[in-house]
Nanobody, 119 residues
């Protein structure tokens, strides 16, 4: 069983920064891809960024150059550093663990953390 708990959301002015954290339980963390998704009101959930077990990263075009994803396997943590925030970054941000191990699929989600960018 895997549990993901996000933290670090809040209210920030445009141009500001926030760092989201996701704490994971379970021994499979280091073997799995971790992702950050977001869902704004009235919109579909979208991938913001992901990082594989080997450290390869992927970013949505809308956040490239502003957001940075990282992970600490020893601590079972994944982070999303968000800089130069824009009002359109306002959304609930979700942590996701995804992958396969011994043919078993894993796909777990956190409860989400609200990020509001507003002046």
């Amino acid at each position: 069983q895997v549990e993901l708990v996000e933290s670090g959301g809040g209210l920030v002015q445009p141009g500001g920064s926030l760092r989201l954290s996701c704490a994971a339980s379970g021994s499979i963390f280091s073997l799995m891809t971790m992702g950050w998704y977001r869902q704004a009101p009235g919109k579909q959930r979208e991938l913001v960024s992901s990082i594989t077990s080997g450290g390869s990263t992927n970013y949505a075009d809308s956040v490239k150059g502003r957001f940075t994803i990282s992970r600490e396997n020893a601590k079972r943590m994944v982070y999303l550093q968000m800089n130069s925030l824009k009002t359109e970054d306002t959304a609930v941000y979700y942590c996701n663990l995804y992958g396969r191990l011994l043919s078993r699929p894993y796909d777990y989600w956190g409860q989400g953390t609200q990020v509001t960018v507003s002046s």
